[in-house]
């Protein structure tokens, strides 16, 4: 799998933003698009191309291609290396934070297995999704960080994203 591999890019900063972008935006089926990200993802090495990517992936949102973007997240969650776990984590929290996938988010985080001292942009992907499921699901994301298993430093991460946020400020994290 080509996607697990980074590899130097010749192309600057803004040349990998506007190539994620000009994927977000083709105009092509998601079979085509998720071989365009494959090839696009080991150039991600740092977390705004990453989220700029993520966030304005709105084809995560179309419903006749929502199992298999679902499908290619898990697989994305479950890499080794740092940006392409976090361009899972951040493609979940743009398109599956709903009342249909809450339950398959947390049990996603779950069954990552995440330990203390995972990668630094890893720990905040997932502090980011939770504080915008709290901020959506503000009981199921509270019972879930409650009963998880996740590791301190994430959820400290997570209570300092929440208090920040002006949707979840006034929100008990926990």
């Avoid at 697990?4 to 600057?12: D, V």
């Avoid at 992936?57 to 976090?86: G, N, T």
């Amino acid at each position: 799998d080509m996607s697990e591999t980074y590899k130097y890019s010749p192309y600057s900063h803004d040349e990998r933003t506007i190539w994620g972008l000009a994927i977000d935006y083709a105009k092509c089926g998601i079979e085509e698009r998720l071989r365009l990200t494959d090839e696009f993802i080991p150039s991600i090495d740092n977390w705004a191309i990453c989220d700029t990517f993520c966030c304005n992936a709105k084809w995560v949102l179309k419903e006749a291609d929502r199992s298999i973007a679902w499908s290619y997240i898990l697989r994305k969650v479950k890499s080794k290396k740092e940006f392409i776990r976090r361009t899972g984590i951040v493609l979940m929290l743009r398109g599956f934070l709903t009342r249909e996938y809450i339950s398959s988010c947390f049990q996603t985080l779950t069954s990552m297995n995440l330990a203390e001292g995972e990668p630094y942009y890893v720990r905040m992907a997932i502090a980011w999704l939770l504080a915008t499921a709290l901020a959506k699901f503000p009981d199921e994301t509270i019972r879930f960080v409650r009963e998880s298993r996740l590791p301190s430093d994430i959820i400290s991460l997570y209570v300092r994203k929440a208090h920040e946020s002006f949707r979840t400020k006034d929100i008990s994290a926990l």
